[in-house]
């Protein structure tokens, strides 16, 4: 006789770490044999001599709900998941929905690589570093190598942006960057000081990248040596590469090679004709973006996948023929042919699209499978301004402001001598960008002329001119400097005898006064390119008893942010005598700053680039801003060049009314033009108008042009999600159990159970809390972060000196708005070392078991025993599921809602392993399924993937071997022979990896917790179930309703899933609705009841008070 019987959980003898329940009973003379379902390695058979009963009772051991919560969310941050963004409140930054939409496509590529194309002001910066808190959330990252323009390093832009993510970033300058690459040469690696790096494109020349035997000794360029491998690279501004003859294409190519993973950023507008975007995708991806060919073969099926999409999305008439002829369309491309028709999940589309019925669940998976079949929908990421909406609403006011008479001479004047000057000698780049200096600053402010006419004297200029687009070197005298100091002289001179009268500064203090009016927002921001008119500026307020503060490129960091501070009334009450009500800025000086918060800004001069216009605006209308709508003053004179650029450029393209971020590269082209225009002194101001007015009209058009054809190709690229669909998306990604509220629990209970002491460790109500921990306490914690190795980053830094410090307490939150909020708090987010410790520490083994209630009306009330497995599925790819299972078919569609509603309970728990037999069994069958599912799957997949792997290689590898074939430069040739022998090896490696995958198709589990859900309905009145019948009868009328009658068969299966135990009752009342005795009743009524008790009688030998019982059960439904 068996020993154990069917579903019984044993364990082996040998390893009590195996574990499983018996499947089924092997005779055999010898011995007997049982088939277990093992925790660990699937389906094995064991002799009985092998095996001992599991001992429940003494293994199990009762949790209250905060642990078994706990358990599970140290089990979900031990092992990541595809399905979960591990980024959300991560960093200190708001949340911005649409900032994940990069980050979900990044985690479910086939390789991580991608090209965020978003529009200006969109957050491109916080979004890669979304991805990065991304990845360092599921594995170590060491590396990381940003690569952008040198301005961003300067104004330390990134670094900045970086340091809110707590990433601490190092910028490389020519000897740094040549330090690296000698140790390269040296040690094999990038040196570990340098791990973490920004490096500007104007690093990247001839001697850096491909080396230089000029001088005594030969430098080492960055082709010289092993390619150095990052975790990941960020190139921002991606399109500085798109001409692939540049050094700085041949270094970004040499870094994005090797690195495990590679994020562009750019503004490239999605169109098939962008030979930008062609270059950026085969630069990201050489292994798919073989050629250009290629890359428009396999735009070709997306538009009919897009079809096929919004077919299914409308549900009209025959929407599912339609899909099917879009899906076959699209196969019948040129691509379609070569990938699209051995693709399985094309196959599984088409399945299911031919079904007879498809449920809601089937129809939202379809409409994923399909647009997941946009063959660049993982590859690009682009969400444009006008995606998003408007933020405010932008009120341009000019207000127009005349010279005096005075100043009008003056003005005149200098044009004259200006005109003279280039006209008499030769006019150099060196005269126009001066003259056009002296002009725009004449315009600005007269009273800034002396110091800047005598700054260009003596060459100190640059620090008078805040704008990132200056070139110092262009002050630099010619030959000709003797005739321009003469007249410099003569205008400082005539500028020296100006009247303090100013009607521009009256004019700006009218503004100032009607603004101060505003009880609810004063806060006012003032915007000039240059550093004397903000100087001028700032004196005059002042003196007017104005709380002034100013901002320019020359303020350090710390001091940018202490009076953004005191300008902001969050942080300092306006009654404060620290507050400020007006901030001067310039145009370097408002970069990396967001003040959101004010609503007024007034442009005392503007520059002529309408992205500088953009970007000044952008400070004030973005994400978060309060009011409904942005006032934005420009005081304007007459009869300036600053005048005719603003009415008939800036004005007519519409920056001061919507966000033109989207249209950067045709703007950057209109700045350009402008500067020609304004820089030919030969025009008379006729003409100059003429010609002002003719270009902005050219490029007004084009822009419009080009939206709507990016419009129409944004479908071919995969981009265009709806907000819906996106919605939907990112709340699935979004698992309760790596809330911050669940986050804050587990370390709660990690503190507890770690010093051995049931007390508050984390004190507060609010948001802002204080950690705080005993000497005794720290050294625990210390020896837990020591054990587990953490990689050397400004956070696990933070913490580690923290706990070697003498000090108790530490400001922490959990929340991102908090730490926000306030500098200095630790943000106790998944990537903190705190959190991961504890989820080493607390993850569930199966050991723990826990009583949950919870109140609802969405399922039958009654006690359910329920498991919580994990999944790890191997094979194609690798992914770790959490698989919550009841013994109830019906509870298992709602349970994981059911669980995040719950609460702890007293509920007296019997720990008898035979509650959860069902559950194993149920597991057992949910799992044998999965996995026959799951080997056939990866099967399709794989031999579908090396088909196409041997596909693109090949081509791959045809016009590498033609481009060897073509060089004649030696350089060049070793260079591509290194392409050629890397993608062999990447070739082999991956299809070897393939070849693995095959054999090793599986789905291994591990029993997380046991547990017991409680249901009972919302209200005062609960009820047990199986309790009566009659009342279970009644839940399902009130529920479903009367006509639910008419659906034996539904009415059935709820009896079965609501009242499992009542066998015998379910059973009689399959058999009256068998033989009609229900159907008898509908038909006459409760009068003729006597008929229906005598069919029971004669048909099923029923006694006439057992019909009527069953039938009085009945009676809602059948009056």
């Known amino acids: 006789m068996a020993l154990y019987k069917q579903g019984q959980v044993v364990v082996l003898k040998s390893d009590s770490s195996v ?16 088939q277990i379902f093992t ?19 003494e293994d199990l051991c009762k949790v209250d709900a905060e642990r078994f919560h706990a358990g599970l969310t140290a089990s979900l941050i031990r092992n990541p998941t595809i399905s979960s963004l591990y980024s959300l409140n991560s960093a200190k930054i708001d949340f911005i929905p649409h900032q994940f939409r990069p980050v979900l496509k990044f985690i479910k590529s086939d390789r991580p690589r991608l090209l965020i194309a978003d529009g200006v002001g969109v957050g491109k910066t916080i979004e890669a570093g979304l991805i990065i808190r991304e990845l360092e959330a599921r594995r170590n990252i060491e590396s990381i190598l940003i690569i952008c323009p040198r301005p961003l390093v300067s104004e330390r832009k990134w670094e900045s942006e970086m340091k809110r993510f707590d990433e601490d970033f190092t910028a490389l300058d020519g000897d740094l960057f040549r330090y690296c690459i000698r140790e390269m040469d040296l040690e094999g690696e990038w040196p570990d000081k340098y791990k973490k790096c920004i490096i500007p494109y104007s690093l990247f020349d001839e001697g850096s990248v491909f080396g230089s035997n000029k001088g005594k000794t030969a430098k080492l360029g960055l082709m010289n040596v ?33 690195a495990e993973a590679a994020v562009f950023l750019t503004a490239t507008p999605v169109q098939l004709a962008q030979d930008d975007l062609f270059v950026l995708l085969r630069l990201l991806r050489p292994d798919l973006i073989i050629d ?19 077919a299914v999305r409308a549900q009209k008439d025959n929407w599912q023929q339609e899909a099917i002829a879009q899906i076959e369309a699209a196969c019948g491309t040129s691509w379609g042919h070569k990938v699209f028709r051995n693709n399985p999940a094309v196959q599984d589309i088409l399945d299911v699209l031919h079904q007879k019925e498809i449920t809601v669940e089937d129809r939202v998976q379809l409409i994923s499978d399909i647009e997941n079949l946009h063959t660049f929908s993982n590859l690009i990421s682009r969400t444009r301004r006008r995606d998003i909406g408007e933020f405010t609403v932008r009120k341009p006011i000019t207000v127009t402001v005349d010279f005096t008479p005075e100043q009008r001479i003056i003005h005149d004047s200098i044009l004259e001598i200006t005109h003279g000057i280039l006209s008499a000698i030769h006019c150099t780049d060196n005269t126009k960008f001066m003259m056009t200096t002296i002009r725009r600053q004449t315009a600005s402010c007269l009273f800034g002329l002396v110091p800047l006419l005598r700054g260009i004297l ?29 007249e410099i002289e003569e205008i400082i001179k005539m500028a020296e005898g100006l009247p303090e009268k100013d009607p521009k500064l009256d004019a700006l203090l009218e503004v100032i006064e009607t603004k101060r009016q505003d009880e609810l ?9 240059f550093r004397h008119t903000l100087g001028y500026l700032h004196k005059k307020l002042t003196e007017k008893g104005y709380r002034v503060g100013l901002i320019h490129g020359g303020v350090v960091d710390e001091e940018r942010r202490l009076l953004r501070r005191r300008f902001n009334p969050a942080e300092t009450p306006i009654t404060s005598k620290e507050a400020i009500d007006i901030l001067l800025f310039s145009e370097v000086g408002c970069e990396g700053l967001d003040y959101q918060f004010c609503d007024c800004m007034i442009n005392y001069d503007l520059p002529w680039n309408p992205m500088r216009v953009e970007q000044r605006i952008g400070r004030i209308d973005r994400n978060g801003q309060k009011s409904e709508s942005v006032a934005i003053y420009n005081l304007i004179t007459p009869g300036t060049v600053d005048a005719d650029i603003y009415e008939r450029c800036l004005m007519r393209i519409g920056v001061f009314h919507s966000s033109i971020g989207d249209c950067e590269d045709i703007l950057g082209d209109l700045t350009s033009e402008i500067k020609k225009i304004v820089d030919n002194f030969e025009l008379t101001d006729e003409e100059r108008q003429a010609k002002l007015q003719q270009m902005t009209d050219n490029k007004v058009r084009y822009i419009k042009e080009q939206e709507e054809l990016e419009e129409k190709q944004r479908d071919l690229f995969g981009v265009h999600m709806p907000q819906s669909a996106f919605d939907s998306e990112l709340s699935n990604a979004t698992n309760f159990w790596l809330s911050s509220d669940n986050i804050h629990n587990l370390i709660s209970i990690y503190l507890k159970e770690r010093t051995g002491e049931n007390k508050e460790y984390i004190l507060g109500e609010k948001e802002l809390k204080t950690l705080r921990l005993s000497q005794e306490a720290r050294f625990m914690l210390l020896d837990d972060f020591k054990k587990a190795k953490f990689v050397r ?47 080493v520490y607390l993850q569930s083994k199966g050991k723990v078991v826990s009583v949950l209630k919870v109140k609802t009306n969405k399922f039958y009330p009654g006690e359910y025993p329920f498991a919580v497995y994990q999944w790890k599925l191997s094979g194609e790819k690798e992914d770790l599921q959490m698989k919550t299972i009841s013994a109830n078919t019906s509870l298992n569609r709602h349970i994981f ?22 559950v194993e069994n149920m597991h057992h069958s949910i799992w044998t399924t999965s996995l026959k599912e799951h080997k056939e799957k990866t099967k399709e997949v794989i031999k579908y993937r090396e088909s196409s792997l041997q596909t693109s290689h090949n081509a791959r590898i045809a016009v590498l071997k033609e481009q060897l074939a073509n060089s004649k430069n030696d350089t060049y040739r070793v260079l591509t022979e290194g392409k050629i022998k890397r993608a062999d090896e990447d070739f082999a490696f991956r299809m070897e990896e393939l070849e693995k995958a095959k054999d090793k198709a599986d789905i291994l589990f591990e029993l997380l917790a046991y547990g017991l859900l409680v249901v009972s309905p919302e209200g005062d009145t609960e009820v047990e179930a199986n309790s009566d019948l009659k009342e279970v009868i009644d839940k399902i009328f009130l529920t479903y309703g009367k006509s639910i009658i008419n659906e034996p068969k539904k009415i059935l299966g709820l009896l079965s899933d609501y009242a499992p135990t009542l066998t015998t009752e379910r059973k009689h009342i399959r058999m009256l609705f068998e033989v009609g005795a229900f159907e008898c009743i509908k038909a006459n009524g409760m009068e003729d009841i006597y008929a229906a008790c005598i069919l029971a009688e004669n048909e099923l030998g029923f006694e006439k008070a057992t019909t009527e019982n069953y039938i009085k059960y009945f009676e809602e439904f059948l009056i």
């Not at 250009?292 to 919004?310: L, R």
């Not at 913490?799 to 908090?818: A, R």
């Open 19 to 34: 574990r499983g329940a018996v499947i089924s009973i092997i005779d055999d003379p010898a011995e007997i044999r049982y």
């Open 39 to 57: 925790n660990t390695m699937g389906v094995q058979v064991y002799y009985e001599s092998q095996l001992l009963a599991e001992e429940v009772q």
């Open 226 to 258: 092993d390619p150095p491998k990052f975790d990941l690279v960020i190139v921002d501004e991606a399109h500085h590469i798109r001409n692939t003859a540049t050094y700085a294409y041949r270094a970004v190519e040499r870094f994005t090679d090797e």
């Open 292 to 310: 250009k060919n290629t890359f428009y073969d396999m735009s070709e099926p997306n538009t009919f996948v897009n079809y096929a999409s919004m």
């Open 458 to 486: 003596y060459k100190h200029v640059h620090e008078l001119i805040d704008d990132d687009e200056f070139d110092g070197s262009l002050f630099d005298m010619d030959k000709d400097s003797g005739t321009i100091k003469a």
């Open 521 to 529: 927002n004063n806060k006012i921001m003032i915007f000039s390119s």
């Open 793 to 839: 980053t400004e956070i696990n830094r933070n913490w580690k000196k923290w706990l070697e410090s003498g000090e108790q307490h530490l400001q922490v939150t959990f929340s991102s708005e908090c730490s926000m909020k306030n500098a200095g708090v630790t943000l106790l987010s998944i990537t903190h070392p705190l959190v991961k410790q504890a989820s």
């Open 897 to 918: 809602d059911l669980l995040k509603e719950s609460y702890g309970s007293n509920f007296k728990l019997d720990l008898n392993s035979s509650k959860w037999e069902d």
